[in-house]
């Protein structure tokens, strides 16, 4: 891990997550990518002009930029490598271009506690930056004056289609240091049984030479709820999950599996798409 990208709108949300940010980039001696994203509204506006020539883009590039200053000022960003960029496009389109042009390898995003993923993880920006990113997504809803990870949910229903995410969980994992807990969670309306859950997982981590890891089956009413109680019943760091391209993150966060999750996850969550 050498490159980290940290969206932010100089707000106290965006401020955790470049927090993070910058004790994995002093840790691990990675270079932070500051992105900051202008919506300017075009109504009226020539479609010949270039963004870059409007009097707003002109005002706000500079108000951007003087936030940046003061923000890399700050004590716990000294003697890293940091890089700024505001760019016109919505965020997740600027996320996606950022992530393609410089090879970076995680995306940390700031939420605001319960509202706030809520918020930022269904039908919002940061909804169609897991979506649509190939890079992996670590959203931050606090403070972590020191951010460890030591227990790592990764909850899956561990078919083929997510062996590839594993993989990028693993590779997360062994530069934390982390031990993997493997979820799965049995739901009375898609009920397996205990053997063959067991079994499929078995099978589908034989694939990896990863060993530090656990075998979990949990029982509750719904997958969301199970994720959240187990997590809670180890004292988990950090919950990862897969998510699935443009179908967005449906399989874990909408429909039957939505809003419980995201609302009342007090942890940090980490998308890896397949």
């Avoid at 020539?53 to 940046?68: D, G, S, T």
């Avoid at 897991?130 to 992996?136: G, I």
């Amino acid at each position: 891990m050498k490159k980290i990208l940290v969206p932010t709108d100089f707000s106290d949300q965006a401020e955790n997550a470049l927090k993070v940010a910058a004790q994995l980039a002093r840790k691990y001696n990675c270079e932070i990518y500051l992105l900051h994203i202008l919506e300017i509204p075009l109504q009226g506006v020539d479609p010949l002009s270039s963004y870059s020539n409007l009097p707003e883009a002109v005002y706000f590039m500079k108000l951007a930029h003087k936030q940046f200053e003061e923000l890399k000022a700050k004590d716990y960003l000294k003697d890293l490598i940091i890089h700024e960029t505001v760019q016109f496009h919505e965020i997740f389109k600027g996320v996606f271009h950022i992530c393609k042009k410089h090879d970076i390898d995680l995306v940390i995003m700031g939420s605001n506690g319960v509202s706030g993923l809520k918020e930022m993880l269904i039908g919002s920006n940061t909804e169609k930056v897991v979506r649509t990113s190939e890079t992996p997504i670590l959203v931050i809803k606090n403070e972590h004056k020191t951010f460890k990870v030591k227990d790592f949910v990764f909850a899956s229903d561990f078919k083929d289609e997510s062996k590839a995410t594993y993989e990028k969980a693993i590779g997360f994992a062994n530069i934390l240091k982390a031990k993997i807990h493997l979820l799965m969670v049995n739901t009375p309306n898609k009920f397996i049984t205990s053997e063959k859950s067991e079994n499929r997982m078995k099978k589908f981590v034989d694939a990896s030479n990863f060993s530090n890891y656990t075998i979990n089956i949990y029982n509750d009413i719904s997958i969301e709820k199970g994720i959240m109680n187990f997590s809670q019943s180890i004292k988990a760091d950090l919950i990862g999950m897969s998510t699935h391209g443009r179908q967005g993150i449906s399989h874990f966060f909408n429909g039957s599996i939505s809003e419980d999750l995201v609302n009342h996850a007090k942890r940090p969550v980490i998308t890896f798409k397949i």
